[in-house]
């Protein structure tokens, strides 16, 4: 079974930023969609970032718009979540998520339509 492993993660203060990386344990894995969500205990799992293979586009949940950028590398299954200024309220545990078939934009903000998950990564922002 294929893997998504990330890193990144960890404890900044407000205001502060953090880069997270997201890859594939097999090279022939090759999903033309990944993106990136967030889930605090006891919450649904939301939306952060979307970025699209064969598009090179990118999309962002309206809480993070203007502070996280992410980027991919199209010939490698690779993508990478910049979060500048973070905010107390930014402090979740981090999925990457990718789907081998395209997705309708629509669609894009529902954690169903992906098939492949990380483990998580925490990230904790502090006052």
């Known amino acids: 079974q294929v893997n998504l492993i990330e890193t990144g993660g960890g404890m900044v203060q407000v205001g502060g930023s953090l880069r997270l990386s997201c890859r594939a344990s097999d090279d022939s894995f090759s999903p033309n969609v990944m993106a990136w969500f967030r889930q605090a205990p006891g919450k649904e799992r939301e939306f952060v970032a979307y970025?699209?293979?064969?598009?090179?586009?990118?999309y962002y949940g309206d809480s993070v718009k203007g502070r996280f950028t992410i980027s991919g590398i199209n010939a490698k299954n690779t993508v990478f979540l910049q979060m500048n200024s973070l905010e107390p309220e930014d402090t979740d545990v981090y999925y990457c998520?990718?789907?081998?078939?395209?997705?309708?934009?629509?669609?894009?903000?529902?954690?169903?339509?992906?098939?492949?998950w990380g483990q998580g990564t925490q990230v904790t922002v502090s006052s």
């Open positions: 998520a990718a789907r081998i078939d395209r997705l309708v934009l629509s669609a894009i903000r529902n954690a169903e339509h992906y098939n492949y």
């Open positions: 970025f699209s293979r064969n598009g090179g586009r990118s």
